[in-house]
């Protein structure tokens, strides 16, 4: 079920994150003819506490936050997944599938705003499941989207000044 998706990501401090600054995307290929379904919207920041197992991958000088899908997302995942389960192709692996995080953090008021923003990102697509990590300490600025990290405009809900 898409609604189980969950990403979080682990972040320096004084940089934050919240709704509408994490992106799931997800694209299906039929390799045959070419068509292609993507399906990317903004995920919802997660209000309940983290799991006992997000906050063991916590570590000094660093926070995590915790996303949803929306139920407008779930929907969209899973007609797209209908499309693609129905496209005529005439051998077995002629569909492919591909998943991204995209981000967009803010320096929080008095952040430094020369220090990089290496990223953690960790994804698990059921509610049983462990986390996965998806990308470990990255300053990719290409992720991250470093080149336009601004203030935040407003703090992020559950974020520590």
């Known amino acids: 079920d ?6 979080a990501l682990r972040a320096p401090v004084g940089y934050a994150l919240g709704d509408g600054r994490v992106t799931f995307s997800l694209a ?3 390799k045959e003819t070419d068509e292609t379904i993507a399906v990317a ?3 919802a920041l997660s209000e309940a506490p983290l799991s006992p197992a997000l906050l063991r991958r916590e570590t000094p000088g660093t926070r995590i936050w915790s996303f949803n899908v929306t139920p407008e997302q779930r929907d969209a995942t899973i007609a797209a997944r209908e499309t ?5 192709t005439r ?3 002629m569909r492919q599938m591909s998943i991204a995080v995209d981000t967009r953090p803010c320096l929080m008021p008095g952040a430094n705003p020369c220090r990089e923003p ?10 049983e499941s462990d986390w996965m990590t998806l990308v470990r300490e990255s300053d990719d600025y290409q992720m991250t ?3 336009d990290i601004g203030a935040c405009e407003t703090v992020p809900a559950g974020a520590v000044e």
């Open 2 to 7: 898409p609604a189980n998706i969950q990403v």
């Open 28 to 30: 299906l290929r039929n």
């Open 41 to 43: 919207n903004a995920m």
């Open 84 to 88: 693609a389960l129905n496209w005529e």
């Open 91 to 93: 051998e077995a692996d």
């Open 118 to 127: 290496k990223l953690t990102i960790f994804m698990k697509t059921a509610l």
């Open 145 to 147: 989207g470093a080149g």
